[in-house]
């Protein structure tokens, strides 16, 4: 079970420091294109009060991304059968998770790694991936992290 952890960690820390970023996380409004663009994906925007979640439909998942009423991309989360590209969905943040510590976890399959700045959260079970982004400085006061997903 440890060797899933480490495992979890040892690839969200490769694909952080290998791959380029593009806006993602903290970005505006048309980093949301570039991703759709890059992952050839299909894009649906959905409104919300104070937020828009545009979701991004890839062969291997679905990702939404979040952007406030200001057009900013204040968290991302994804979900399917392998890790999106993290470097480019957690954009400028994706170095400094990759030099967080990982904070407790109840288990083996879920890895955690939160800074002043930004929080991430990603599962791993069996051939089904998840997690979740958010940089609390920009989240909307009519959402809470836990809606995130």
């Known amino acids: 079970m440890m060797k899933l ?5 040892g690839t969200f820390a490769a694909v952080c420091v ?22 050839k994906a299909v894009l649906r925007v959905t409104p919300f009060v104070g937020y828009d979640v545009h ?10 991304e979040y952007v ?3 057009g900013k991309v204040f968290a ?3 979900r399917g059968s392998g890790l999106p590209n993290l470097a480019q969905l957690l954009g400028g943040y994706s170095a ?6 990982p904070s407790t976890h109840y288990n083996h399959h879920h890895l955690r790694l939160a800074t002043p700045e ?13 997690g979740r982004a958010w940089v609390p400085a920009l ?4 959402l809470s992290p836990k809606d995130i997903g």
């Open 76 to 78: 991302v989360a994804w």
């Open 139 to 142: 989240f909307p006061q009519s």
């Open 96 to 101: 400094q998770l990759a030099r967080a510590q």
């Open 118 to 130: 930004v929080v991430l959260e990603s599962d791993a079970y069996l051939r089904s991936r998840s």
């Open 5 to 9: 952890s480490c495992a979890l960690l």
């Open 18 to 39: 290998c791959a380029p970023a593009l806006a993602g996380l903290g970005g505006d409004a048309s980093s949301v294109e570039a991703d759709r663009v890059s992952m």
């Open 55 to 64: 979701e991004i439909q890839t062969p291997a998942g679905v990702i939404h």
């Open 68 to 70: 406030s009423t200001q």
